[in-house]
């Protein structure tokens, strides 16, 4: 059983934390997140540090103890340091680039692939073959990163495509000729 809600969250300073019955707001340098949680977790604030309590032991709230605490302690790094995923571009010829806010990805189509970024989440490249997604919501950041993978997933036998960085990706052999 783990035991992660109860380990207290510190509170950095210039964050702001605001908690309601069923809601928490997170007010830092670089924005502000809230996140609906179930109202029966109690959320204390206590010198600078965040702590969730359960009010009973039944399997449901212990479910519920560490996924709370974990969502709160990602608004918090979220808002201070932001989240990022990185993705590759493996293949002769794939690239993306940046046209605005609007990453287009050359993968292989007959067309290029537009992907317009959500609210909240930035593109930028480091060179044409590395993507870089980043924003403070962690799940919008990860949802987003795993759109632009699914346009062009890596294949089993090249290895083409677009993956996360230090992904691997099991290659097959492909054919082995006629035996006869």
């Not at 928490?24 to 959320?43: A, T």
């Not at 590759?88 to 317009?116: C, D, M, W």
């Not at 919501?137 to 632009?148: F, M, N, T």
């Not at 290895?159 to 992904?167: D, P, T």
């Amino acid at each position: 059983m783990s035991r992660i809600g109860f380990k207290p969250i510190p509170v950095p300073d210039g964050v702001e934390v605001t908690v309601e019955p069923g809601k928490v707001h997170v007010k830092g340098p670089k924005g502000e997140l809230s996140q609906v949680i179930n109202p029966d977790m109690m959320v204390n604030r206590e010198n600078g540090t965040i702590e969730v309590q359960r009010p009973s032991e039944k399997r449901k709230f212990q479910q519920l103890h560490g996924l709370t605490r974990t969502l709160i302690a990602n608004m918090i790094e979220g808002v201070t340091q932001g989240f990022k995923k990185d993705l590759e571009i493996q293949g002769v010829g794939y690239r993306a680039a940046l046209e605005g806010k609007t990453l287009v990805l050359n993968v292989g189509f007959s067309h290029p692939v537009r992907v317009e970024p959500e609210p909240g989440i930035e593109f930028s490249l480091e060179n044409p073959t590395r993507v870089t997604v980043s924003g403070i919501d962690k799940q919008l950041v990860g949802e987003q990163a795993a759109r632009i993978r699914r346009i062009r997933p890596p294949e089993p036998y090249k290895g083409k495509g677009i993956r996360y960085l230090g992904e691997y990706v099991r290659r097959k052999a492909g054919k082995a000729g006629k035996v006869g």
